[in-house]
DNA sequence: CCCAATCATGACAATCATTGTCAACATCTA
DNA sequence: TAGATGTTGACAATGATTGTCATGATTGGG
Protein backbone atom coordinates (compact mmCIF):
# COMPACT_ATOMS: atom_id res chain seq x y z
CA UNK A 1 0.00 0.00 0.00
CA UNK A 2 2.16 2.53 -1.62
CA UNK A 3 1.06 5.59 0.73
CA UNK A 4 1.51 8.89 -0.75
CA UNK A 5 4.80 11.14 -0.13
CA UNK A 6 3.35 14.04 1.98
CA UNK A 7 3.75 16.52 -0.85
CA UNK A 8 7.28 16.25 -2.88
CA UNK A 9 5.62 17.89 -5.93
CA UNK A 10 4.68 21.65 -4.68
CA UNK A 11 8.37 22.20 -3.62
CA UNK A 12 7.32 25.98 -2.94
CA UNK A 13 5.08 29.03 -1.99
CA UNK A 14 3.81 31.00 -4.14
CA UNK A 15 1.53 33.73 -4.38
CA UNK A 16 -0.65 31.74 -6.75
CA UNK A 17 -0.98 28.49 -4.13
CA UNK A 18 -1.84 30.83 -0.90
CA UNK A 19 -4.55 32.53 -3.26
CA UNK A 20 -5.87 29.27 -4.00
CA UNK A 21 -6.11 27.75 -1.25
CA UNK A 22 -7.41 30.55 0.57
CA UNK A 23 -10.24 30.81 -1.84
CA UNK A 24 -11.10 26.95 -0.81
CA UNK A 25 -11.03 28.09 2.81
CA UNK A 26 -13.56 30.33 2.76
CA UNK A 27 -15.81 27.83 0.40
CA UNK A 28 -17.70 24.85 1.52
CA UNK A 29 -18.85 24.04 -2.07
CA UNK A 30 -17.27 22.29 -4.56
CA UNK A 31 -15.36 24.32 -7.55
CA UNK A 32 -14.05 23.75 -10.90
CA UNK A 33 -10.94 25.07 -11.87
CA UNK A 34 -12.38 27.62 -14.25
CA UNK A 35 -14.49 28.86 -11.68
CA UNK A 36 -11.73 29.47 -8.59
CA UNK A 37 -9.66 31.29 -11.84
CA UNK A 38 -12.67 33.46 -12.54
CA UNK A 39 -13.05 34.42 -9.26
CA UNK A 40 -9.67 35.03 -8.60
CA UNK A 41 -9.10 37.33 -11.96
CA UNK A 42 -12.26 39.14 -10.45
CA UNK A 43 -10.86 39.86 -7.77
CA UNK A 44 -7.60 41.61 -9.46
CA UNK A 45 -5.20 38.34 -9.62
CA UNK A 46 -3.05 37.93 -12.93
CA UNK A 47 -3.27 33.94 -11.86
CA UNK A 48 -3.39 31.93 -15.33
CA UNK A 49 -5.66 29.44 -16.38
CA UNK A 50 -2.72 26.26 -16.50
CA UNK A 51 -1.60 27.05 -13.06
CA UNK A 52 -5.26 26.43 -11.43
CA UNK A 53 -5.13 23.47 -13.04
CA UNK A 54 -1.49 22.16 -12.13
CA UNK A 55 -2.04 23.70 -8.35
CA UNK A 56 -5.45 21.76 -7.59
CA UNK A 57 -4.06 18.34 -9.37
CA UNK A 58 -1.00 19.39 -7.21
CA UNK A 59 -3.60 19.66 -4.10
CA UNK A 60 -5.59 16.42 -5.03
CA UNK A 61 -2.09 14.20 -5.22
CA UNK A 62 -1.22 15.59 -1.86
CA UNK A 63 -4.64 15.07 -0.52
CA UNK A 64 -5.07 18.53 0.72
CA UNK A 65 -8.76 19.06 -1.53
CA UNK A 66 -10.99 16.40 -2.45
CA UNK A 67 -11.70 15.75 -6.22
CA UNK A 68 -15.17 14.99 -7.65
CA UNK A 69 -16.79 14.54 -11.27
CA UNK A 70 -19.66 15.99 -12.57
CA UNK A 71 -21.71 14.32 -14.69
CA UNK A 72 -20.34 16.81 -17.90
CA UNK A 73 -17.08 14.94 -16.60
CA UNK A 74 -15.58 18.62 -15.44
CA UNK A 75 -13.63 18.22 -12.27
CA UNK A 76 -14.93 19.70 -9.06
CA UNK A 77 -12.04 20.19 -5.95
CA UNK A 78 -12.79 20.72 -2.44
CA UNK A 79 -10.59 21.55 0.52
CA UNK A 80 -10.90 17.99 2.31
CA UNK A 81 -11.13 18.19 6.04
CA UNK A 82 -11.58 14.71 7.01
CA UNK A 83 -8.41 12.65 6.59
CA UNK A 84 -9.97 9.31 6.67
CA UNK A 85 -12.13 7.72 3.73
CA UNK A 86 -15.44 9.31 3.16
CA UNK A 87 -18.39 9.90 1.16
CA UNK A 88 -19.94 12.53 -0.14
CA UNK A 89 -23.67 14.20 -0.31
CA UNK A 90 -24.15 17.10 -2.66
CA UNK A 91 -26.81 19.16 -3.06
CA UNK A 92 -27.43 19.63 -6.78
CA UNK A 93 -28.21 23.27 -6.58
CA UNK A 94 -26.10 24.99 -4.48
CA UNK A 95 -23.75 22.82 -3.97
CA UNK A 96 -23.52 22.84 -0.49
CA UNK A 97 -21.24 19.51 0.61
CA UNK A 98 -21.25 16.74 3.66
CA UNK A 99 -18.62 14.59 4.35
CA UNK A 100 -20.39 11.10 5.16
CA UNK A 101 -18.46 8.18 6.91
CA UNK A 102 -20.03 4.94 5.01
CA UNK A 103 -18.51 1.55 7.51
CA UNK A 104 -21.70 0.46 5.94
CA UNK A 105 -20.94 0.81 2.39
CA UNK A 106 -17.50 -0.54 3.15
CA UNK A 107 -18.41 -3.66 4.36
CA UNK A 108 -21.39 -4.43 2.12
CA UNK A 109 -18.26 -3.48 -1.01
CA UNK A 110 -15.84 -6.16 1.00
CA UNK A 111 -18.56 -8.79 1.23
CA UNK A 112 -20.00 -8.57 -2.28
CA UNK A 113 -16.35 -8.40 -4.16
CA UNK A 114 -15.58 -11.54 -2.01
CA UNK A 115 -18.72 -13.12 -3.06
CA UNK A 116 -17.45 -12.82 -6.76
CA UNK A 117 -14.17 -13.97 -6.11
CA UNK A 118 -13.04 -10.40 -6.38
CA UNK A 119 -9.85 -8.90 -4.67
CA UNK A 120 -8.28 -5.99 -3.96
CA UNK A 121 -12.01 -4.15 -4.15
CA UNK A 122 -12.41 -0.38 -4.37
CA UNK A 123 -15.60 1.71 -4.56
CA UNK A 124 -16.90 5.26 -5.76
CA UNK A 125 -19.74 6.49 -4.11
CA UNK A 126 -21.80 9.78 -4.26
CA UNK A 127 -24.69 10.93 -2.70
CA UNK A 128 -26.41 14.16 -4.58
CA UNK A 129 -29.99 15.21 -4.12
CA UNK A 130 -31.47 18.97 -2.77
CA UNK A 131 -30.13 20.09 0.93
CA UNK A 132 -32.68 21.06 3.21
CA UNK A 133 -32.61 24.76 2.23
CA UNK A 134 -32.79 24.24 -1.35
CA UNK A 135 -35.73 21.16 -0.82
CA UNK A 136 -38.36 24.70 0.03
CA UNK B 1 -41.58 11.19 -9.82
CA UNK B 2 -41.48 10.98 -14.14
CA UNK B 3 -41.43 7.62 -14.86
CA UNK B 4 -39.30 6.94 -18.41
CA UNK B 5 -41.25 6.73 -21.19
CA UNK B 6 -40.17 3.53 -22.86
CA UNK B 7 -38.25 4.62 -25.96
CA UNK B 8 -40.23 7.30 -27.49
CA UNK B 9 -37.64 8.34 -28.87
CA UNK B 10 -35.75 5.70 -31.47
CA UNK B 11 -39.14 5.48 -33.44
CA UNK B 12 -37.24 3.07 -35.95
CA UNK B 13 -35.37 0.41 -36.65
CA UNK B 14 -32.05 1.05 -38.57
CA UNK B 15 -29.35 -1.10 -40.19
CA UNK B 16 -26.93 0.76 -37.92
CA UNK B 17 -28.79 0.74 -34.66
CA UNK B 18 -29.20 -3.17 -35.32
CA UNK B 19 -25.64 -3.77 -35.72
CA UNK B 20 -24.19 -1.55 -32.69
CA UNK B 21 -26.93 -3.71 -30.98
CA UNK B 22 -25.50 -7.12 -31.95
CA UNK B 23 -21.81 -5.67 -31.23
CA UNK B 24 -23.23 -4.89 -27.83
CA UNK B 25 -24.81 -8.83 -27.28
CA UNK B 26 -21.54 -10.45 -27.79
CA UNK B 27 -19.53 -8.68 -25.63
CA UNK B 28 -20.03 -8.37 -22.07
CA UNK B 29 -17.23 -5.33 -21.18
CA UNK B 30 -17.96 -1.85 -21.43
CA UNK B 31 -17.15 -0.10 -24.35
CA UNK B 32 -16.64 3.61 -25.71
CA UNK B 33 -18.46 4.70 -28.07
CA UNK B 34 -15.26 5.09 -29.94
CA UNK B 35 -14.80 1.36 -29.65
CA UNK B 36 -17.61 0.76 -31.06
CA UNK B 37 -16.93 2.79 -34.25
CA UNK B 38 -14.06 1.47 -34.76
CA UNK B 39 -14.51 -2.10 -34.46
CA UNK B 40 -17.75 -1.51 -36.81
CA UNK B 41 -15.59 0.33 -39.56
CA UNK B 42 -13.42 -2.64 -39.22
CA UNK B 43 -15.96 -4.86 -39.72
CA UNK B 44 -16.87 -3.06 -43.12
CA UNK B 45 -19.92 -0.64 -41.48
CA UNK B 46 -20.08 2.93 -42.95
CA UNK B 47 -21.51 4.11 -39.76
CA UNK B 48 -20.84 7.75 -38.73
CA UNK B 49 -19.09 8.50 -35.20
CA UNK B 50 -21.80 11.14 -34.70
CA UNK B 51 -24.43 8.65 -35.45
CA UNK B 52 -22.96 5.68 -32.75
CA UNK B 53 -22.52 8.24 -29.87
CA UNK B 54 -26.28 9.44 -30.41
CA UNK B 55 -27.99 6.01 -30.81
CA UNK B 56 -26.04 4.80 -27.65
CA UNK B 57 -27.47 7.82 -25.73
CA UNK B 58 -30.73 7.12 -27.13
CA UNK B 59 -30.40 3.54 -25.69
CA UNK B 60 -28.87 4.55 -22.03
CA UNK B 61 -31.94 6.69 -21.93
CA UNK B 62 -34.46 3.89 -22.69
CA UNK B 63 -32.34 1.93 -20.09
CA UNK B 64 -31.09 -0.85 -22.68
CA UNK B 65 -27.32 0.49 -21.91
CA UNK B 66 -25.69 1.34 -18.61
CA UNK B 67 -23.29 3.65 -18.60
CA UNK B 68 -20.27 4.12 -16.81
CA UNK B 69 -17.84 6.78 -16.67
CA UNK B 70 -13.98 6.12 -16.60
CA UNK B 71 -11.73 8.27 -14.43
CA UNK B 72 -10.73 9.98 -17.48
CA UNK B 73 -14.04 11.37 -17.87
CA UNK B 74 -15.48 8.99 -21.33
CA UNK B 75 -18.64 7.27 -21.64
CA UNK B 76 -18.55 3.59 -21.49
CA UNK B 77 -21.51 1.51 -22.50
CA UNK B 78 -23.08 -1.85 -22.41
CA UNK B 79 -26.02 -4.20 -22.57
CA UNK B 80 -27.54 -3.92 -19.35
CA UNK B 81 -29.80 -7.53 -18.49
CA UNK B 82 -31.10 -6.68 -15.06
CA UNK B 83 -34.38 -4.13 -15.31
CA UNK B 84 -34.14 -3.05 -11.78
CA UNK B 85 -32.03 -0.58 -10.43
CA UNK B 86 -28.01 -2.03 -10.28
CA UNK B 87 -24.31 -1.51 -9.30
CA UNK B 88 -21.42 -2.98 -11.19
CA UNK B 89 -18.46 -5.10 -10.26
CA UNK B 90 -15.63 -4.46 -12.56
CA UNK B 91 -12.36 -5.82 -13.32
CA UNK B 92 -9.60 -3.40 -13.76
CA UNK B 93 -7.14 -5.75 -15.43
CA UNK B 94 -10.12 -7.70 -18.00
CA UNK B 95 -12.75 -5.67 -18.13
CA UNK B 96 -15.20 -8.21 -17.22
CA UNK B 97 -18.55 -7.25 -15.26
CA UNK B 98 -20.88 -7.99 -12.60
CA UNK B 99 -24.26 -6.40 -11.94
CA UNK B 100 -24.79 -6.82 -8.45
CA UNK B 101 -28.08 -5.44 -6.69
CA UNK B 102 -27.55 -2.87 -3.43
CA UNK B 103 -30.87 -2.96 -1.28
CA UNK B 104 -28.51 -2.26 1.52
CA UNK B 105 -26.64 0.97 0.06
CA UNK B 106 -30.00 2.30 -1.02
CA UNK B 107 -31.53 1.79 1.94
CA UNK B 108 -28.00 3.49 3.70
CA UNK B 109 -27.83 5.98 1.45
CA UNK B 110 -31.12 7.01 1.86
CA UNK B 111 -31.05 7.02 5.63
CA UNK B 112 -28.08 9.27 5.94
CA UNK B 113 -29.55 11.43 3.30
CA UNK B 114 -32.74 12.28 5.84
CA UNK B 115 -30.59 12.69 8.76
CA UNK B 116 -28.89 15.66 6.76
CA UNK B 117 -32.17 17.15 5.22
CA UNK B 118 -31.28 16.20 2.07
CA UNK B 119 -34.30 15.47 -0.44
CA UNK B 120 -34.95 13.74 -3.49
CA UNK B 121 -31.55 11.47 -3.25
CA UNK B 122 -29.74 9.63 -5.59
CA UNK B 123 -26.74 7.81 -5.62
CA UNK B 124 -23.43 6.45 -7.68
CA UNK B 125 -21.75 3.51 -6.51
CA UNK B 126 -19.26 1.55 -8.44
CA UNK B 127 -17.05 -1.71 -7.41
CA UNK B 128 -13.73 -2.13 -8.65
CA UNK B 129 -11.28 -4.88 -8.10
CA UNK B 130 -9.62 -7.95 -9.82
CA UNK B 131 -11.57 -10.94 -10.66
CA UNK B 132 -10.71 -14.39 -9.61
CA UNK B 133 -9.27 -15.06 -13.12
CA UNK B 134 -7.07 -12.17 -13.09
CA UNK B 135 -5.91 -12.48 -9.32
CA UNK B 136 -3.61 -15.45 -10.12
C1' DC C 1 22.49 40.56 1.58
C1' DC C 2 23.11 38.76 -3.07
C1' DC C 3 23.11 35.23 -6.55
C1' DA C 4 22.58 31.38 -8.99
C1' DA C 5 19.98 27.10 -9.50
C1' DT C 6 15.71 25.56 -10.34
C1' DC C 7 10.96 25.47 -9.58
C1' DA C 8 6.73 27.92 -10.92
C1' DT C 9 4.12 30.77 -13.89
C1' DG C 10 1.37 32.31 -17.80
C1' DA C 11 0.21 33.04 -22.61
C1' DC C 12 -0.72 30.26 -26.23
C1' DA C 13 -1.20 26.18 -29.03
C1' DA C 14 -2.73 21.53 -29.24
C1' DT C 15 -5.81 17.49 -27.82
C1' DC C 16 -9.69 14.96 -27.92
C1' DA C 17 -14.14 13.32 -26.71
C1' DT C 18 -18.41 14.91 -27.46
C1' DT C 19 -22.16 17.79 -29.55
C1' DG C 20 -24.32 20.81 -33.23
C1' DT C 21 -25.61 21.41 -38.11
C1' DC C 22 -27.91 20.32 -42.20
C1' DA C 23 -28.62 18.30 -46.62
C1' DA C 24 -29.21 13.60 -48.35
C1' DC C 25 -31.30 9.30 -47.23
C1' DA C 26 -33.97 5.39 -45.27
C1' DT C 27 -38.11 3.66 -43.00
C1' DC C 28 -42.83 3.09 -42.11
C1' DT C 29 -47.65 3.83 -42.83
C1' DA C 30 -51.52 4.83 -45.39
C1' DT D 1 -45.83 3.03 -53.93
C1' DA D 2 -45.56 7.80 -52.24
C1' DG D 3 -45.00 10.98 -48.91
C1' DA D 4 -44.10 12.46 -44.19
C1' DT D 5 -40.80 12.26 -41.02
C1' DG D 6 -37.24 10.01 -38.33
C1' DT D 7 -32.06 9.03 -39.25
C1' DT D 8 -27.72 9.38 -40.99
C1' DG D 9 -23.03 11.04 -41.84
C1' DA D 10 -19.49 14.42 -43.10
C1' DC D 11 -17.90 18.28 -41.13
C1' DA D 12 -17.50 22.15 -38.07
C1' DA D 13 -17.66 23.78 -33.43
C1' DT D 14 -17.20 23.41 -28.55
C1' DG D 15 -14.94 23.35 -24.26
C1' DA D 16 -12.36 21.48 -20.64
C1' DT D 17 -7.95 19.91 -19.93
C1' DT D 18 -2.92 19.29 -21.06
C1' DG D 19 1.63 20.42 -23.39
C1' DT D 20 5.18 23.89 -24.40
C1' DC D 21 8.58 27.11 -23.42
C1' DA D 22 10.45 31.52 -22.44
C1' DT D 23 10.13 34.61 -18.47
C1' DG D 24 9.69 35.48 -13.58
C1' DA D 25 9.81 34.19 -8.55
C1' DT D 26 11.70 31.65 -4.53
C1' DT D 27 15.09 29.76 -1.69
C1' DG D 28 19.39 28.12 0.31
C1' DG D 29 24.34 28.94 0.15
C1' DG D 30 28.08 31.94 0.29
Redesign the pocket.
Known amino acids: MATKPPAE?????????TAILELLEHDDAFR???DLHAILREAGS??????V???L?AFAEADIVDVMRLPG???LYRLCSAEEHHHHLVCRSCGRTVEVAGPTVERWANKVAADHGFTDVGHTLELHGLCAECSK
Open positions: NMARSTKQRSAQKIGLTTYRTQGDH
